[in-house]
């Protein structure tokens, strides 16, 4: 069965950090690109960042460049988003997903993702 499960979701005050983790479990992690997406009430699901799982590629949202960290830990097949200068329009339900690493410059294009997780709600306080 086909898992990703996030984690690390919460209520931050602006200008704070958190950790977001996926965790993959049911395919091949290695031939997968892991993508964060956020939806907040009322707007469409944005792509926030991408990392490719065969060779490290990341990308990177104009509205989280330099602000947010992605990372991935292939022996734990689980991928993080380090968030750090938190502003209260980052609050969202965020989500990972998965798309062949082939595509990966896709990143941005939801249609193109096997699978998503079911989402953690990020709170950013003003």
């Known amino acids: 069965e086909v898992q990703l499960v996030e984690s690390g979701g919460g209520l931050v005050q602006a200008g704070g950090s958190l950790r977001l983790s996926c965790a993959a479990s049911g395919f091949t992690f290695d031939d997968y690109a892991i993508g964060w997406f956020r939806q907040a009430p009322g707007k469409e699901r944005e792509g926030v960042s991408c990392i490719s799982s065969s060779d490290g590629s990341t990308y990177y949202a104009d509205s989280v460049k330099g602000r947010f960290t992605i990372s991935s830990d292939n022996a734990k097949n689980t991928v993080y988003l380090q968030m750090n200068s938190l502003k209260p329009e980052d609050t969202a339900v965020y989500y990972c997903?998965?798309?062949?690493?082939?595509?990966?410059?896709?990143?941005?294009?939801?249609?193109?993702?096997?699978?998503w997780g079911q989402g953690t709600q990020v709170t950013v306080s003003s």
């Open positions: 997903a998965a798309l062949t690493t082939d595509i990966a410059t896709m990143w941005l294009q939801s249609p193109f993702y096997d699978y």
